[in-house]
């Protein structure tokens, strides 16, 4: 799952750097707008800006094709079925368009679904906030261990040596947890 995290914080990375090259580009076409340089000019800054969206959406498409949901989303998406069956089997009752013994047979079978999947959704969802808060631990103490490290060094007991060789292990090491931690807090925050 710590993988599946990674390429979602990659996805992340490369939408806010399309966006950013997208502000970019809608920022030339005001000033072409305005009459401020030539169409050749601005054509020819705007080359490698739709170049980089062009390697940008590439790189996007690759990192999706190997993105799998997390259990919590696949549960989301089969409690949605159900859902929707059932809310189309209303219609059709309203519609008078299936018998009363159809109707309350299908009934029956779409609440069973959709209170199992219901249920798989809360766990799935409560494992992965339990996830959440390790990580957030995890987080916190590589920062403590890398705060440690820096007290250590300035007074003395850890050389220079140690100092800068620890020292960009625990960097690298606490900068993926925050990353992991604010991707999926991110996630979090977006289930309805």
Do not use: C
Request: glycine share 4%; charged share 45%.
């Amino acid at each position: 799952m710590l993988a599946q995290l990674e390429l979602r914080g990659q996805l992340l990375e490369l939408e806010k750097e399309e966006k950013g090259l997208m502000e970019e580009i809608e920022r030339l076409q005001a000033e072409l707008e305005k009459g401020e340089e030539s169409i050749a000019e601005l054509e020819e800054k705007m080359k490698p800006l739709k170049k980089r969206i062009k390697d940008l959406t590439s790189r996007e498409k690759k990192l999706k094709a190997k993105l799998k949901p997390f259990p919590f989303e696949e549960a989301e998406k089969a409690r949605h079925l159900w859902s929707e069956r059932l809310e189309k089997l209303e219609e059709l009752k309203l519609e008078g368009k299936t018998r009363e013994s159809v109707y309350q047979r299908l009934k029956r079978e779409y609440d069973t679904g959709l209170r199992e999947t219901e249920a798989k959704y809360q766990e799935q969802l409560v494992l992965t906030k339990e996830w959440l808060v390790l990580l957030k631990a995890q987080y916190a103490a590589a920062r403590d261990e890398l705060a440690m490290l820096e007290a250590r060094h300035e007074v003395g007991e850890v050389s220079e040596k140690a100092h800068t060789q620890n020292k960009e292990t625990l960097e690298k090491r606490t900068k993926q947890l925050g990353r992991q931690v604010e991707i999926l807090e991110t996630i979090l925050r977006g289930i309805k």
